[in-house]
């Protein structure tokens, strides 16, 4: 197993730090954050942040994110495009850029399910967008990967596996994501199995962060709210140790990649002290961390 670094979790890096800190650190890879973000004088993990190449004009930064990434000894463990699997241009963009890269396998983003919206037709129309995503990634040579996350139409592993059954797993598949099927989509009230062989050949990818649900302050008639937020891998609700293990029962040994949006510690201590946890936890599931 090896462990990759999500750049959106460094904002406060520049891209050539972020791969020298992380080469330092012991990390294996690195997951670039693709995507036009808006501008912010302070960095922050959804604007302004440092560590982030910009969708447009990524056919030039090649190179670029090359030499970055090999010059600091790292490998790609893919890239984190913020395109919709609908837009079929950029989704073809993407695809070329990441075969050009070398990175394997780009992750991208899902219809969300809102107020106003029909759950079959978003469905039917990404089935569809699945399938053309499928054919033009096969051409590339690449895989794409759609994540399980929170309020989408595939925030479960059986909405993924049902909206992909019958496509080439070498060329589209999944991205789970403990943090995310903690706030909303996890499978299994036992084990954390359930979810991992619902997708079977499917499993492609893995995310790791860890959520906290809190209550808010009861209102007049006794009602409480609740309401989740992004907590550090070691004391959020999410079994992270219990996750390697499920991982492991499945055979799952491809990359990990950490997602970190907290704030608690220092951002080089917080990344640092994620990858120990992260190496204890598999090597105490099992794994051979490389």
């Known amino acids: 197993m090896r462990f990759a670094l999500f750049t959106g979790s460094t904002p406060e890096w520049t891209t050539a730090e972020v791969a020298r800190k992380a080469a330092d650190q012991g990390w294996r890879g690195l997951e670039w954050r693709v995507v036009d973000q808006k501008p912010s004088d302070v960095p922050g993990f ?67 399910t809102e107020a106003g919206t029909d759950y079959a037709e978003l469905f039917a129309q990404a089935r569809a967008d699945a399938e053309f995503a499928s054919e033009a990634a096969a051409h590339r040579g690449v895989q794409v990967v759609i994540q399980l996350h929170h309020g989408t139409i595939t925030a479960t592993s059986s909405a993924a596996r049902q909206l992909l059954d019958g496509l080439d797993p070498a060329a589209i598949g999944v991205m789970h994501d403990l943090g995310n099927t903690t706030v909303e989509g996890r499978e299994g009230l036992q084990t ?11 499993l492609a990818h893995v995310h790791i962060k860890n959520v906290v649900w809190r209550p808010g302050e009861p209102q007049e008639d006794g009602t409480v709210d609740w309401a989740w937020s992004w907590a550090p891998l070691r004391t959020g609700m999410a079994d992270v140790p219990g996750y390697f293990r499920a991982l492991h029962s499945v055979g799952y040994d491809g990359w990990v990649t ?8 220092p951002l080089e201590e917080r990344i640092a002290d994620d990858l120990a946890y992260l190496t204890a936890s598999a090597t105490a599931a099992g794994y051979e961390v490389k």
Request: without cysteine; proline residues 5%.
């Open 192 to 202: 954390l199995a359930t979810g991992l062989q619902i997708l079977g050949e499917y």
């Open 46 to 112: 959804w604007a302004g942040s440092l560590s982030t190449f910009p969708l447009t004009g990524i056919e030039e930064l090649v190179p670029e994110i090359v030499g970055t990434t090999n010059g600091a000894g790292l490998d790609f463990a893919g890239v984190a495009a913020y395109v919709p699997i609908g837009d079929r241009g950029d989704v073809e963009r993407v695809l070329a850029v990441t075969a050009a890269l070398g990175a394997g396998r780009v992750r991208l983003t899902m219809p969300k």
């Open 258 to 265: 950490l997602e970190d949006f907290t704030t608690e510690l």
